[in-house]
């Protein structure tokens, strides 16, 4: 019988804290949910709650595959149903049609939930390697992913329906001085530089030579927005990419997503706090990149390159350091960032986290809304997957969006970070912030 190292059993303890967190955190954001509410499928884009509880359990199936060839999944039809696009693992069952199947049952899955948990504790006590203690980090962040995406989902299925947790006492704003700020140019290594948790696509650390530039101090805001929409933005393809455009025709956009006119000709939002008035204070939420790209070109801007926003959150000028957020390397708390923990459920008004800037003094670039940049997501130089089907295999087609959302977990942000979505996709937390060649 191996004995296992009192170092990895220590490293166990911490590890298993970090999961029941992880878990009880999931099950916080589906609790105000009824019954009736786990199945249902809205969009083509968008997952039954149910199917969220299912696979982010399976995936530590597939965790403790990995470490143990011998490992037996539960079932093979739960396998089907909640693999997601793991080719490797198996035909997965059609994502828009997630919401057809009525087995297994909620009170099944969230049974199989709590399965899992009692194997993945088991497993846990038993490591002592530190490729499989890495693994399971994996596994600890592809849940907080889906956290996130169940914010979305959710959203999206009940909208004020919703009642959660919800914290009243909004952060104090500061005075709001819309501006853009010069970066110099020269170069800057890129990538993630320390030594916890980072995915395998925010490696290796490379040089990139950018030339000065213009960043804005605050993302665009709704009342900003509104100007364009105004100026007949969604009526003039001048702005607008070929494919933007025909998505434009195509699905009849003429504003943000969950946007509405009232009677009066008032343009309204319809979210977590129900339907109201647009505040033209908060940043802009639900767009897609072809709209930030046609924003900016109405403007006469750009949209940032990644490298370009990466370095005007992480750099440190005086210092010539990067750091892990744009405040520095202080874990975030509530006077950083609005972020999941913050239980806001919506962006909060430009100005309100002050002691969030970078050191340049750019505004809010952690938390609020996902940004979009011109970047196309693909590897960097060198770049080496660490877990097979993860993400390599969504190098096309998809734009980078940097730094977080008001969905996004506390435990899963920082500079590096590289979100991906669809040009078109705009049912996550996206907004931007414009830039400008100098």
């Given at each position: 019988?191996?004995?296992?190292?009192?170092?990895?059993?220590?490293?166990?303890?911490?590890?298993?804290?970090?999961?029941?967190?992880?878990?009880?955190?999931?099950?916080?954001?589906?609790?105000?949910?009824?019954?009736?509410?786990?199945v249902?499928?809205?969009?083509?884009?968008?997952s039954?709650?149910?199917?969220?509880?299912?696979h982010?359990?399976?995936?530590?199936?597939?965790?403790?595959?990995?470490?143990?060839?011998?490992?037996?999944?539960?079932?093979?039809?739960?396998?089907?149903?909640?693999?997601?696009?793991?080719?490797?693992?198996?035909?997965?069952?059609?994502?828009?049609?997630?919401?057809?199947?009525?087995?297994p049952?909620?009170?099944?899955?969230?049974?199989?939930?709590?399965?899992?948990?009692?194997?993945?504790?088991?497993?846990?006590?038993?490591?002592?390697?530190?490729?499989?203690f890495?693994l399971?980090?994996?596994?600890?962040?592809?849940?907080?992913?889906?956290?996130e995406?169940?914010?979305?989902?959710?959203?999206?299925?009940?909208?004020?329906?919703?009642?959660?947790?919800?914290?009243?006492?909004?952060?104090?704003?500061?005075?709001?001085?819309?501006?853009?700020?010069?970066?110099?140019?020269?170069?800057?290594?890129?990538?993630?530089?320390?030594?916890?948790?980072?995915?395998?696509?925010?490696?290796?650390?490379?040089?990139?030579?950018?030339?000065?530039?213009l960043?804005?101090?605050?993302?665009v805001?709704?009342?900003?927005?509104?100007?364009?929409?105004?100026?007949?933005?969604?009526r003039?393809?001048?702005?607008?990419?070929?494919?933007?455009?025909?998505?434009?025709?195509?699905?009849d956009?003429?504003?943000?997503?969950?946007?509405?006119?009232?009677?009066?000709?008032?343009?309204?939002?319809?979210?977590?706090?129900?339907?109201?008035?647009?505040?033209?204070?908060?940043?802009?939420?639900?767009?897609?990149?072809?709209?930030?790209?046609?924003?900016?070109?109405?403007?006469?801007?750009?949209?940032?390159?990644?490298?370009?926003?990466?370095?005007?959150?992480?750099?440190?000028?005086?210092?010539?350091?990067?750091?892990?957020?744009?405040?520095?390397?202080?874990?975030?708390?509530?006077?950083?960032?609005?972020?999941?923990e913050?239980?806001?459920?919506?962006?909060a008004?430009?100005?309100?986290?002050?002691?969030?800037?970078?050191?340049?003094?750019?505004?809010?670039?952690?938390?609020?809304?996902?940004?979009?940049?011109?970047?196309?997501?693909?590897?960097?130089?060198?770049?080496?997957?660490?877990?097979?089907?993860?993400?390599?295999?969504?190098?096309?087609?998809q734009?980078?969006?940097?730094?977080?959302?008001?969905?996004?977990?506390?435990?899963?942000i920082?500079?590096s970070?590289?979100?991906?979505?669809r040009?078109?996709?705009?049912?996550?937390?996206?907004?931007?912030?414009?830039?400008?060649?100098?």
């Open positions: 019988m191996t004995t296992v190292p009192t170092e990895s059993i220590e490293k166990s303890k911490i590890y298993l804290m970090q999961f029941d967190k992880t878990r009880s955190q999931t099950l916080e954001l589906v609790q105000p949910l009824e019954k009736e509410d786990y249902v499928q809205t969009a083509f884009f968008m039954p709650p149910k199917w969220h509880l299912g982010v359990s399976w995936f530590y199936e597939v965790v403790m595959s990995k470490i143990d060839s011998n490992y037996k999944f539960f079932s093979k039809q739960y396998s089907k149903i909640f693999n997601s696009y793991y080719q490797s693992m198996g035909e997965p069952h059609d994502k828009a049609k997630r919401g057809i199947l009525s087995r049952t909620v009170d099944e899955t969230m049974a199989y939930f709590f399965t899992i948990n009692k194997k993945v504790e088991e497993f846990l006590f038993n490591l002592d390697s530190e490729e499989d890495e399971f980090q994996l596994a600890f962040n592809h849940e907080y992913q889906h956290q995406l169940l914010v979305y989902d959710i959203q999206h299925l009940l909208a004020d329906a919703y009642n959660p947790v919800r914290r009243n006492n909004l952060p104090k704003l500061s005075p709001v001085e819309k501006k853009s700020i010069k970066i110099e140019e020269g170069l800057f290594v890129m990538g993630y530089s320390g030594t916890d948790f980072s995915y395998d696509i925010e490696q290796p650390e490379h040089k990139v030579y950018l030339n000065p530039y960043m804005d101090v605050f993302p805001t709704n009342g900003e927005y509104v100007k364009f929409i105004e100026d007949g933005g969604y003039n393809f001048r702005f607008w990419l070929a494919d933007g455009w025909e998505a434009v025709k195509k699905n956009w003429n504003a943000p997503m969950y946007w509405e006119r009232d009677e009066s000709g008032v343009w309204i939002r319809h979210d977590y706090r129900g339907r109201q008035m647009i505040n033209p204070n908060e940043p802009v939420c639900n767009v897609s990149y072809y709209e930030a790209d046609a924003y900016c070109k109405w403007a006469g801007k750009r949209l940032p390159t990644e490298a370009e926003w990466e370095k005007a959150a992480s750099w440190n000028e005086d210092k010539k350091i990067k750091t892990i957020y744009p405040w520095g390397n202080e874990s975030p708390t509530e006077i950083h960032a609005n972020l999941l913050s239980y806001l459920w919506a962006p008004e430009i100005g309100s986290y002050p002691e969030g800037k970078s050191h340049y003094g750019c505004h809010q670039m952690m938390g609020d809304v996902w940004e979009w940049t011109s970047s196309d997501f693909v590897g960097y130089p060198g770049f080496k997957s660490s877990f097979v089907e993860y993400n390599d295999k969504w190098f096309c087609n734009k980078v969006l940097r730094g977080a959302s008001f969905a996004t977990p506390r435990l899963s920082r500079n970070y590289r979100n991906f979505f040009p078109e996709e705009r049912w996550m937390f996206a907004g931007f912030r414009c830039s400008e060649d100098i």
